[in-house]
């Protein structure tokens, strides 16, 4: 519920303390409209102010109505002054023992008037700290006793006065418990504050009608008044206010939708500075290795001791090579620079050519490798025939390496409008927790079997990307010790289509 502002205290006061100065802001507020209300009546039957004062029970009321208003308004202010504490309370429950008192001839307030005197009690427990209730109800008591004793001489009701004290009692510990579990509310809900104040992501939270009920320190640092430009939906990345911020939305049941948001600008940087600078040194490092390998081809003609040298020089720089190819694809990718052509080629003849070029490969570790192609499949089909063969040598290369007896298995096969590459062989095989891992850049095998043949740890994750950027897909079943299928499935483009 909202408070009109008049009737609010501003944040600075102790949460209690101004809980209980709201209440007694409202209680005032309702006599004084009381009090108002009653002079209005009072000159409403048309008499002069000279007539009403004449008449004694017109003055009493005109008097009293006055009084309250009066009155009422200065605890009103003062109950809105920081340094009172609970003075306004207090008086406000004196002023209530003192009305009740002049309010009935003393003989009735200790008969029918005695439930009246409960309200102060009531009032105590609600506007003054809770202890202080007892003093309350030890006033009633007392100022009964003084009308029993020096007014009426008679002896004072002892039931009542216990009843005061029960009541004191209770609403005690009826306000205990409501304070207790409003502390513990509140308790609560600083540590959550604190705990978002600290969290180094921007916290952003919209309601159901997609305003921002909440946005922690960081948010709006990152975005200020742009929190309503952020993409409300949804995982992604944008720009706002000259920074890169990644943000992920999800459901909070009951409260709306949060986003966590991040500044990835740096992030952003660093990471095209590095691709930029491994395209560049790759590019750069394939002219000199390009003159060692045909110099080395040169000095292998000699036919003497050189001949060993020069051939292991050739060897290594070529592998060098194809790292160094590797690396600037990669580059490339990440750049989104690299593009797939469309060009007309034969399957067939291209599994012909990448099988020449690894049959050596496969002959050194005693390897058998076959390749069928399905004959439904076209004779020619539109690709990129040599990033095909990229492909092709990575994998078939990778089903070698990690085979030491049995076969590889190359098939090419026709669905209905795709077609398939499916490379198979007998080998280690990949564990199944690795299985998701394979594809990532430079993650590599740590066993000694994968530790023992060279890589980068790049193929995989180039032949995803081509895949990829092909608008096909790539799948792996493998089984530790017995093996491993890589299912390479395109879209067919037939060359007349
Ligand atoms: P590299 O061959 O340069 O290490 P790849 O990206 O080609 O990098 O392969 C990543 C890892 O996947 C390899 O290190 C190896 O552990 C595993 N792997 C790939 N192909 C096979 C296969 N046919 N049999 C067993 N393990 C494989």
């Known amino acids: ?158 039931y009542a006065i216990a009843m005061y004290f029960v009541l004191a009692a209770l609403t005690w510990l009826g306000m205990s418990i409501a304070n207790g579990a409003i502390r513990t509310a509140r308790m609560e809900a600083q540590k959550n504050a604190a705990i978002l104040d600290g969290v180094a992501d921007g916290v952003v939270v919209l309601n159901d009608e997609d305003q921002v009920v909440l946005a922690n320190p960081v948010a709006l640092s990152l975005m200020g008044s742009g929190l309503t430009q952020l993409a409300s939906q949804g995982k992604g990345q944008q720009e706002l206010r000259g920074r890169v911020l990644a943000f992920e939305w999800s459901e909070v049941k009951g409260v709306g939708r949060v986003a966590i948001v991040r500044d990835v600008s740096r992030q952003m940087e660093v990471e095209r500075a590095k691709e930029a600078m491994l395209g560049v040194v790759s590019h750069e490092m394939r002219t000199p290795l390009a003159a060692i390998i045909g110099f080395a081809e040169i000095i292998a003609l000699r036919n003497d001791l050189a001949t060993t ?11 060098l090579t194809y790292m160094v190819n590797d690396l600037l694809d990669h580059a490339q990718m990440q750049a989104g620079t690299l593009k797939i052509r469309h060009e007309s080629f034969s399957p067939s ?28 499949l076209p004779d020619l089909i539109l690709g990129d025939s040599s990033r095909l063969q990229q492909i092709l040598v990575n994998l078939m290369g990778n089903a070698i390496k990690f085979t030491d007896y049995g076969e590889v298995r190359v098939s090419c096969r026709r669905m209905d409008d ?71 499935t395109l879209p067919l483009k037939k060359v007349n289509d």
């Open 1 to 158: 519920m909202k408070l009109p502002k008049l009737l609010g205290l501003p944040d600075t006061f102790d949460p209690d303390d101004r809980r209980r100065r709201q209440i007694l802001n409202i209680i005032l507020a309702l006599f004084i409209a009381g009090g108002l209300v009653s002079i209005l009546a009072t000159f409403s039957y048309g008499d002069s102010f000279n007539e009403i004062i004449r008449d004694q029970d017109g003055a009493l009321i005109l008097l009293s109505s006055v009084a309250v208003v009066v009155i009422f308004t200065l605890l009103f202010l003062l109950n809105r002054w920081e340094r009172a504490g609970s003075l306004a309370g207090w008086l406000f429950v004196l002023s209530l023992v003192a009305i009740i008192s002049i309010s009935d001839v003393p003989s009735e307030l200790l008969e029918r008037g005695l439930i009246v005197w409960t309200l102060p009690i009531l009032a105590g427990g609600i506007i003054l700290p809770p202890l202080a209730v007892f003093i309350v109800a030890s006033i009633v008591s007392i100022t009964n006793l003084y009308i029993a004793v020096m007014l009426l001489h008679i002896a004072t009701n002892p």
């Open 309 to 319: 040298f020069a051939e292991r020089i050739r060897v290594n720089a070529q592998r």
């Open 349 to 376: 003849s291209l599994l012909l050519l990448v099988k020449n070029l690894l049959s050596g490969l496969a002959e050194q570790k005693s390897l058998k490798l076959i390749t069928d192609v399905d004959p439904t």
């Open 418 to 488: 795709e077609w398939q590459i499916i490379v198979q062989d007998t080998g280690i095989g990949i564990p199944a927790e690795r299985l998701p891992d394979i594809f990532e850049p430079f993650r590599r095998g740590s066993d000694y079997a994968t530790r023992n043949h060279q890589g980068a740890g790049l193929g995989l994750s180039i032949v995803k990307k081509l895949v990829f950027l092909m608008d096909g897909r790539i799948e792996v079943q493998s089984i530790v010790g017995q093996g491993s299928i890589f299912t390479v």
